[in-house]
């Protein structure tokens, strides 16, 4: 009977979020066996402290009414999926004294669920933070023995179009991946460099299709002023003037 139930649950298996409650850091763990849905509580701080709470599926079945189909179950396993990756958890108040706390889901509801949780002892809290990190570290070996996913090439940005209109002879018109043998700095150095290139070249292009200096401050044969024109008005001949005779001193 447990396992008909919780084979609906599946979806709670292996889920991880972080609540932030005041001053406090909690890390949640949710978990899903054949016997129970279980969720893990840890504290960031000095003392390292943990929590745990489970719910059979006798519990399980308290709260849907007795209703075991497996179309309710997987709905109810879907709303506290949603309600876990959503973040709407809340930690009860707790205390030195009463160190049992409760994970509320959905607070703010108007019927919210509860689950009591029961602080774990040192060597408890020390065997479950190791069989965590034994967790991660097989999930990573297929990363290599990486803890983070590695370096993905999508993520990689690419060199965009140049908005200049001439430059289209030039450059490449769709946008040039970039080198992912190198790292992404380099690649991205190596393709300004590579723009400024063709930016150069288009710019020599240009300079050798304007005419010569020297033919652009002469001035050509047809706009010379005709023999014999007025340096005032070339379209006018230029006024002759007859030279004075002085009469000569023996006459």
């Known amino acids: 009977m ?10 709670l298996d292996d889920l991880i979020h972080i609540i932030y409650q005041g ?7 949710s978990r899903v066996t054949e ?21 059979s599926p006798k519990h399980i079945l308290n ?18 999926r949603s309600t876990f990756v959503n973040g709407d958890l809340a930690i009860g108040e707790w205390t030195e004294k009463d160190s049992d706390i409760n994970l509320t889901f959905r607070p703010t509801a108007k019927r919210p669920l509860h689950m009591a949780l029961k602080e774990l002892s040192a060597a408890e809290a020390s065997s479950h933070a190791i069989a ?6 097989l999930q990573a070996q297929s990363r290599k023995c990486h803890l983070n996913p590695l370096f993905s090439p999508r993520n990689v940005p690419v060199i965009a179009e140049s908005s200049h209109a001439n430059s289209a002879s030039t ?22 460099k590579r723009k400024i290139k063709a930016l150069e070249a288009e710019l020599a292009r240009s300079k050798e299709r304007s005419p010569p ?3 652009i401050s002469k001035p050509s044969a047809s706009s010379r002023p005709p023999k014999g024109a007025s340096l005032a008005n070339p379209n006018k001949k230029a006024r002759k003037y007859q030279a004075l005779e002085f009469e000569s001193d023996e006459d």
């Not at 001053?23 to 763990?29: P, S, T």
């Not at 965590?132 to 570290?137: K, L, Q």
């Not at 450059?171 to 300004?192: E, G, I, T, Y």
């Open 2 to 11: 447990s396992t008909d139930v919780l084979s609906h649950f599946g979806v």
């Open 35 to 55: 016997s129970a849905w279980s969720i893990y509580l840890g504290l960031k701080g000095p003392e390292g402290r943990w929590w745990r709470g489970s719910w």
């Open 63 to 80: 709260i849907t009414k007795g209703q075991s189909t497996p179309q309710v179950l997987e709905n109810f396993a879907e709303k506290l």
């Open 213 to 215: 200096g020297d033919a």
């Open 171 to 192: 450059l490449p018109s769709r946008r040039a991946p970039l080198d992912l043998s190198q790292d992404p700095v380099s690649a991205v150095n190596q393709a300004a």
């Open 132 to 137: 965590v990190f034994i967790d991660i570290a």
């Open 23 to 29: 001053f406090d850091r909690y890390v949640v763990l």
